[in-house]
């Protein structure tokens, strides 16, 4: 990170080092904290395939700590503690902490031990800090950065928007109108913003939280009621689930990627010469620093005491380790930068830079592979010198520290050598001695390099001259019997658990034989039992019928069976024959098995007593499902008779509806004959449902040999009552229409003549522009207004459809309308005779009762002429009769 980038965040981070910890005693707040920085974490931690539940828990061992800090920096940290120790989880807190560290954070009063404590406070500022660090710090909005960055954000999408007014992260966003604000103008099509009510915050947050996590893969960190239910929201919590938002719509800002892009054009050019000289620089530095540092490397003055070496060893030291270090990293530096400056020219179309004379790359690698030369030789001379001042103290040394080792090592090896433990013990227990025996014999010729090791450094300090020589050949000559006696001792009782495993290991075959028969064998009874007991469901006479023949292929089975059984129990009683006639000490059980033959011969005849009772329970269900099957077949018979008669019927009657046979009396007598036809077929319909009513009662959910069900009888029995219903009734109103507009049957054959031919989709009704077409045929011009007027008349609901008795309702009033007038006069004069009224006596008087009654009511608004009452003129009697809009 460049001085830029630190101070910039140290500046940002200031505030937030004092953390005020106290409000987390709040636990509304901790509650808030707690969810959001959790779901922050998961909504990182599940790219690596993993998540945490408890946030002080799970990170206390800092590895689920240093893979979120991975996840979210894309860099590597270092090697994890895999250790359940508590100093291994606190060095991989500490290592989480130090990256942090290094990304110019600084933690106050943050430890490791007191994550790995579980310190639910503690931690909970740790990944604030976190937060602020990687999802927050690198907002920048308007030379404003982080917090400040992201509340101007926020204010700049939410302006135009009612009732949002973000003045902070806490109480701003109670409402939740801020958080729908923000994803509407982004993604409108997600929410419907002017739904929104300001005083249901409740559904206003929940929407947003809802559409966030749907839509835009934000992980849902707070409920609803959290924040409602709070007087102030935790700050910390809402700016984490603010900055997820951010990121999410972080595209947006591409816009104002594309209009920097030119300005950093602008400044290659500037960025390129600055390499250049700093390429020089480095460069002339570098190499000063190798010619001042290799002549010391070449001095090869030997100095004549330990301490003096050691000191120059010392400074070489320092030197690899402080002084060279920086100067590699210059080295690295200078060739990236030399690369890359003629990366950046070739890219620009410049002429590829020639350093100065002496100062090219490869001038340096040269004068840096002399500086490596002269340390390695420098270095060389150095162990050497070493080596030869430390070597005697250094043989003198070794001989104890190794005859000490040895003679550690070999104390009480023959007291265990002579043991007789393997006179009692088992077969197992014999090759575990066995097993134990080898390993000490590897670990013998182990030590075998040891004691050579020895007497090699015995023999060398005798030609040196060292001055404890008789001491030094004293303890290696006692080491070296001692070695003999230890390997005389070890084949010794090696034979002797040889013979006794021999003695033993007829007996394990045999356990082992019947172990390996009895398990499968015990198996076998044990799945045979289940399968004895286990209940069944079937649902066709097929599937009873394999159950059958299953069962009774496994009743074929059992004298084989039987045999097996008898062969295990022979292996066992031979094992008994044979502790019994050599006496050998058997401690315990088989150690292959605990089954035992009681058990087998126990559950033998648990078998034998299942088989009769399975046998009765697939007989009773046999008979059941062959019920079911009669079942079945009654209601598919009836079934495939009803459902082909009423399609048949159905289409007869569509037929009735639109052909011309016959006058519409016809017509509707021919309908009520298929009407009472279709009623005595009632009794069929309730015998199916009667048959209906027993499958269903056996509960018998599928027939084969039927596609129809008794819902597609029901609906299609109801169809067809409604269907001779209401074509009946349609037939009834066009004869009240003939009869009322005196039209007659040669006049209704050409309308449903014309109605059928213009009806192109055969539905008994046309659409509009059928009904245009039809109009036009027969002679009307209008424009789209009358058309209009018309469709009004004849579609008052609006459907878009014109039914036969619309249309020649319409035809009818269009015929009638001329000749209304005179029918109305020509009707008054007769009754009126030469007045120019007529009273209600006189309409009772010539009019049958009941239509003279009829007719007084329609007239009674109209009557009462100021000569004589109770009478009306003419006007007033067509008015009554024929409406205002009739003439």
Known sequence: MDHYDSQQTNDYMQPEDDWDRDLLLDPAWEKQQRKTFTAWCNS????????????????????????????????????????????????????????????????????????VDGNAKMTLGMIWTIILRFAIQDISVEETSAKEGLLLWCQRKTAPYKNVNIQNFHISWKDGLGFCALIHRHRPELIDYGKLRKDDPLTNLNTAFDVAERYLDIPKMLDAEDIIGTLRPDEKAIMTYVSCYYHAFSGAQKAETAANRICKVLAVNQENEQLMEDYEKLASDLLEWIRRTIPWLENRAPENTMQAMQQKLEDFRDYRRLHKPPKVQEKCQLEINFNTLQTKLRLSNRPAFMPSEGKMVSDINNAWGCLEQAEKGYEEWLLNEIRRLERLDHLAEKFRQKACIHESWTDGKEAMLQQKDYETATLSEIKALLKKHEAFESDLAAHQDRVEQIAAIAQELNELDYYDSPSVNARCQKICDQWDNLGALTQKRREALERTEKLLETIDQLYLEYAKRAAPFNNWMEGAMEDLQDTFIVHTIEEIQGLTTAHEQFKATLPDADKERQAILGIHNEVSKIVQTYHVNMAGTNPYTTITPQEINGKWDHVRQLVPRRDQALMEEHARQQHNERLRKQFGAQANVIGPWIQTKMEEIGRISIEMHGTLEDQLNHLRQYEKSIV??????????????????????DNKHTNYTMEHIRVGWEQLLTTIARTTNEVENQILTRDAKGISQEQMNEFRASFNHFDRKKTGMMDAEDFRTCLISIGYNMGEAEFARIMSIVDPNRIGVVTFQAFIDFMSRETADTDTADQVMASFKILAGDKNYITVDELRRELPPDQAEYCIARMAPYTGLDSVPGALDYMSFSTALYGESDL
């Open 44 to 115: 990182h931690l599940r790219k690596a395939g993993t998540q945490i539940e408890n946030i002080e828990e799970d990170f206390r061992d800092g590895l689920k700590l240093m893979l979120l800090l991975e996840v979210i920096s894309g860099e590597r940290l270092a090697k994890p503690e895999r250790g359940k120790m508590r100093v291994h989880k606190i060095s991989n807190v500490n290592k989480a902490l130090d990256f942090i560290a290094s990304k110019g954070v600084k933690l106050v009063s943050i430890g490791a031990e007191e994550i």
């Open 680 to 701: 005595n077929y009632k009794p069929k319909i309730d015998q199916l449902e009667g048959d209906h009513q027993q499958i269903q009662e056996a509960l018998i959910f």
